[in-house]
């Protein structure tokens, strides 16, 4: 299974798979149909709390990243989610934020990647 990162604001293209919006919030000013989405996976963002102390701020990265991917490990959702989509060979995870580089997609993928190296 490949999982790519892809902004919600750029083109859905075919070659994206199945496209997962993994924010807590839809983006602004983007329509459902815009979007072009196959699920939206809340429960593969961080908490409320945890992306309103992060607040985007880069100097907050480590831990946040720290902090987020302890909250997917005490969660069952990455598994529950990559049980069900197991058979995709391609999963596009959709989110909104302008730093491309210090947001949560990034450590959300990282961790799919290790429960999917970890698979017999």
């Not at 983007?30 to 996976?41: I, T, V, Y």
Request: proline content about 7%; glycine content about 4%.
């Amino acid at each position: 299974m490949e999982l790519l990162l892809k902004r919600a604001y750029e083109p859905a293209l075919p070659t994206d798979g199945y496209r997962v919006l993994v924010d807590r919030l839809w983006p602004r000013g983007l329509s459902r149909e815009r979007a072009q989405l196959d699920e939206w996976a809340k429960d593969l963002a961080p908490s409320t709390e945890l992306r309103q102390w992060f607040g985007h701020d880069p100097t907050r990265w480590d831990e946040f990243a720290r902090d987020y991917r302890s909250e997917l490990e005490a969660s069952t959702a990455p598994q529950d989610f990559l049980a069900r989509l197991g058979a995709q060979e391609r999963i596009t995870l959709v989110y909104a934020a302008h730093d491309q580089e210090h947001c949560h997609p990034l450590v959300l993928r990282a961790y799919l990647q290790t429960l999917l190296a970890s698979q017999p």
